[in-house]
């Protein structure tokens, strides 16, 4: 059963923005972890999760907690830990950055929502 565009694009939102605040979630675990011996760092890939999102949407699925994943590829120190400061806060500021975009179209619906609500008091 296929949603009504408002309510699509709704939940599309909805989604992003959850994504993107997990995937903030997931590199501020990562940096937490810095010190602990034998850390991995874990991760996910947003595009492919945002596209299998879309489809649940379209499928009339729940979103669903995140299958995060080691990273593979990056350096380990002596201690097992592959946690690096430099890429956690890029991923970081990657998220907040999805985030913000997020609200912005959020807002941006809401309007277009309300003006066409109070279309006729003008």
Known sequence: MSLPIETRKGEQIARYLDLSANEGKLAAANM????????????????????????GIDRGEEFRALPSRPIDGLVSRPDGNNVSMDRESLS?????????????????????????????GK
């Open 32 to 55: 937490a972890n810095i010190d602990t011996p034998g850390y991995r760092a874990v991760g996910i890939d947003f595009s492919q999760e945002m596209r299998r999102e879309l489809q």
């Open 92 to 120: 970081l500021a990657e998220a907040q950055l999805r985030f913000k975009t997020g609200v912005a179209l959020w807002r941006i619906d809401q309007q277009r929502i309300s003006d066409a609500i109070h279309v006729d």
